[in-house]
């Protein structure tokens, strides 16, 4: 066991990954020599040599690629430098890997991982502050993760790379150094489509993803200062979404806000919402809240802390819900 950042039990589980299968390749740009933008594949080279590729500054091929890799047999996990980038790749992600299993009656899988940081709070400039988990979860055949801790972001990266089936993982770098946690290093996957209930709780339901996820845990603490109880979920697998999970705590609390970097139109809050407008609506009290990102890009990083939705801006919706 072994004290690991979020970036460092990435570089793990891809060891890891690469040890135990030598099916598994990754390539991207920078991930070989370099290791990585934010160091996540370093040293995995000189330990796996050619299994460990970069590629040159070409988002769709590394995508393309990917793709052929995984319809030969193989098990490649390319990178996005950032997620702002990943658009070049969106055509053989819905065109190709979403639709092999499909197009082929099952003779064909795409066991495929594309692995891209997230989100904003790192001082980044335009492109590289991208919250795009909603597009990528309208895309079917595709599976969408964001971690939001090391020992989460190394079992389910490690389920992701032995999915038979193409995965976005998505790692929200504003937390890549920011938290720590021992990570035991065995081998053990978590399992995907599975909500996280991170704290029990009785009277509010927090629901996020990735980096908000910190800032409800912060908040949950305040509440509970207060006599509060709140529940904080993880989603961690975004499609496919544990809806029973969510659905059960509501049941519970009868009240929920949904968290999210993204911004709030289109983004993957409304279709939680929309669950438990659904099939949750005799379970609310209260109405569900949203607390975002805006309908804008992501500013630069001198109003990067106004955008983001922090605990004040939570805990405010939380206390709008609990009202009623």
């Known amino acids: 066991m072994a004290e690991c950042t979020l970036v460092e039990a990435v570089n793990l589980a891809l060891a890891r990954a690469l040890a135990d299968d030598p099916d ?72 190709h890997a979403s639709r092999l299993r499909n197009r082929t009656r099952g003779r064909l899988t795409c066991p495929m991982v594309l692995r891209a940081p997230c989100g904003g709070g790192i001082h980044a400039p335009e492109h590289h502050s991208e919250s795009n988990e909603a597009m990528l979860a309208h895309i079917p055949g595709l599976r969408v993760v ?25 790692e929200p770098a504003r937390i890549y150094r920011a938290i720590k946690e021992d990570v035991t290093d065995t081998g053990e996957a978590l399992p995907l489509d599975v909500c996280f209930v991170l704290r029990e709780g009785s009277d509010l339901t927090l629901v996020s993803w990735g980096a908000c996820v910190h800032d409800c845990l912060s908040v949950a603490d305040t509440l509970a200062d207060s006599g509060i109880s709140a529940e904080v979920i993880d989603v961690a697998t975004l499609r496919q979404l544990d809806t029973d ?44 809240e949203r607390v975002t990102g805006y309908d804008t890009i992501m500013p630069l990083a001198r109003l990067e802390h106004a955008y983001l939705p922090g605990p004040e801006r939570i805990l405010a919706a939380a206390h709008r819900v609990l009202e009623h």
């Open 245 to 288: 999970t969510l659905l059960g705590s509501v049941a519970k609390t009868g009240r929920c806000v949904i968290v999210h970097e993204a911004p709030y139109s289109g983004g993957f809050g409304a279709e939680i919402a929309a669950l438990l407008a659904g099939p949750g609506l005799f379970s609310l009290l209260a109405p569900v």
């Open 146 to 170: 964001m971690p939001s801790s090391p020992a989460r972001a190394y079992g389910l990266l490690l389920a992701a790379i032995r999915d038979p089936d193409p995965v976005v993982f998505l």
């Open 24 to 95: 598994v390749v990754v390539l991207g740009e920078d991930v070989g020599v370099n290791g990585g933008v934010f160091r996540a594949t370093v040293g995995l080279q000189e330990r796996f040599g050619e299994r460990v590729m970069d590629t040159p500054l070409a988002e769709n091929l590394i995508a393309g690629v990917a793709v052929g890799m995984a319809a030969e047999g193989l098990r490649p996990v390319g990178e996005i430098q950032f997620s702002g980038f990943i658009y070049p790749a969106i055509d053989p992600l819905i065109s």
